[in-house]
């Protein structure tokens, strides 16, 4: 049977488009994109430092990304991230009141060392500095390092310390090619888990303090040591499987912002030079009757020009040359949609960086409350879920670091605790509340969801940034002081 096949005028068979519309290779508005195929470091890697170092700037000197950081910063991170310890008791066959007992003596402990400066390796930050600098690098760089030092202090029971180090010294040595079992730095093995970092032992960028290519050596820092224990911690995000590194939150919006910036500059600019011309003056005379007037000389009559001045005030009397007339000059900046057009693309980055316009813009000016409460729930998703992910891939395992010295140090009972590691190192976080818009009608909406069991105090009390057994305790006090002194508190 013969194949019915269509031909172009010049007798060729025509190219038959694709099955799907986005894969086609011929549409006018799809044939130039051709995006490249490749594996999820060799799309990243080679493009990293050029990602991040552009993230950087955006970062410094436009202050909406550097907004944008810091309300993602005070969302996430907030006041610090409190322990809630959480054992479980009931696969180490212990009963809850020794998990309770358990848990409020390891709390106590963890304040007295993330409370302090010597945590730090460098004693200038506390744990909550430590994790807002993480989080803030995170965003940036797209990753955060963190090397566990063993710094014994005589001040201090722990010797367990924390070293922050700038993912740009995260690098293959120049000596050492990248192949497939070393990537950016990152010695992996067949199944892709990091076996070991190689950590520049200065930052390639001090060429301010005198240091160049040449001077810069690594060392090979293994993931853990023989027995276990972790010596690196690597925060990034994987978006794709094989993924070593992690990318910038501005990479995708990286072009719309610096064309919003100069967008923003170039109105400012032209909004300034408009400012400065208040009038212009017209004369009806040409060239050869300039001349005329002033004996065949244009010069002179220049000349008279330039030393004629005019002055515009209210109420003057201003004196012209025969023929002049003064036209009033109407400036076309501010640009009318100028407003509309920069709203709009802010919303596109809002989008972006998962913020609604009103919290990147920090303007709730239209919006009325069912509106806020929506854009605000829809932000918290996001909220909760990188502070899950701040919890899970950096307080806890600095927690289970500290917890193994305590251990070890007889400072804290756990049998069995490198049989049951993950038993014992169960915990939460509390990060800081996420406020209230109308907080009577939050408040009676809490109250409902307790009243009909729809949620638990522990939850609620979370939600605000409070610990539920603290709340408790300090209303037994208060109830106790007003008993004491034959108050009542008003119901």
Not at 55 to 74: E, F, M, P, Y
Not at 191 to 208: N, V
């Amino acid at each position: 049977m013969a194949t019915l096949q269509l031909l172009d005028a010049s007798g060729k068979p025509l190219a038959m488009d694709s099955a799907h519309r986005g894969a086609s290779l011929h549409t006018r508005e799809l044939s130039s994109w051709r995006p490249a195929l490749g594996s999820a470091d060799a799309d990243l890697l080679g493009e990293l430092p050029t990602l991040v170092s552009r993230s950087r700037d955006i970062t410094r000197n436009h202050g909406v990304a550097a907004g944008a950081i810091q309300t993602l910063v005070d969302n996430v991170v907030g006041t610090g991230l409190r322990l809630s310890a959480m054992p479980d008791y009931k696969a180490l066959d212990k009963d809850k009141a020794w998990a309770d007992s358990w848990s409020r003596n390891v709390e106590a402990l963890w304040r007295s060392w993330a409370e302090s400066c010597d945590c730090d390796a460098a004693r200038s930050l506390t744990f909550h500095g430590l994790t807002t600098q993480v989080f803030r690098s995170g965003l940036i760089n797209g990753e955060a390092l963190a090397i566990p030092l063993w710094q014994p202090n005589d001040h201090q029971p722990f010797a367990t310390t924390l070293q922050l180090v700038e993912p740009d010294r995260l690098a293959s040595p120049r000596e050492k090619a990248s192949n497939k079992r070393l990537r950016a730095g990152i010695e992996i093995n067949a199944y892709g888990a990091p076996q070991a970092y190689f950590i520049a032992t200065t930052h390639p960028g001090d060429a301010l303090f005198g240091m160049t290519g040449s001077d810069v050596s690594y060392q090979r820092i293994p993931a853990f040591t023989r027995f276990g224990r972790r010596r690196v911690i690597h925060v990034h995000d994987r978006e794709r499987t094989g993924q070593s590194r992690g990318k910038p939150i501005f990479s995708s919006i990286l072009p719309l912002f610096k064309m919003l910036d100069h967008y923003e500059r170039s109105e400012l600019q032209a909004a300034v030079v408009n400012a400065m011309i208040a009038a212009f003056i017209e004369t009806p005379l040409d060239g050869e009757s300039i001349s005329e007037l002033f004996g065949g000389s244009s010069e002179d009559y220049l000349a008279a020009r330039n030393a004629w001045q005019v002055k515009l005030q209210g109420g003057a009397v201003i004196p012209m040359f025969p023929g002049d007339k003064i036209a009033p000059f109407t400036p076309s900046r501010p640009n009318s949609a100028y407003s509309s057009f920069v709203e709009n693309v802010l919303r596109h980055i809002g989008t972006g960086l998962n913020l609604p316009f009103e919290l990147l813009m920090k303007d709730f000016s239209k919006t009325n409350y069912s509106s806020a409460r929506a854009a605000l729930m829809e932000a918290w998703r996001y909220f909760i879920g990188r502070r899950h992910w701040l919890a899970t891939y950096w307080a806890r395992p600095v927690y289970e670091l500290w917890l193994e010295e305590a251990i070890n140090k007889g400072l804290i009972e756990a049998p069995g605790f490198y049989h049951n590691k993950a038993l014992w190192c169960r915990c939460k976080w509390i990060g800081p509340g996420r406020g209230w818009i109308d907080p009577v009608k939050e408040a009676k909406a809490s109250k409902i969801r307790l009243d009909t069991g729809l949620s638990t105090l522990e939850e609620e009390c979370a939600t605000q940034g409070l610990d539920w057994e603290e709340v408790l305790e300090q209303r037994a006090r208060e109830k106790a002081k007003l008993d004491e002194l034959g108050l009542t508190l008003s119901s």
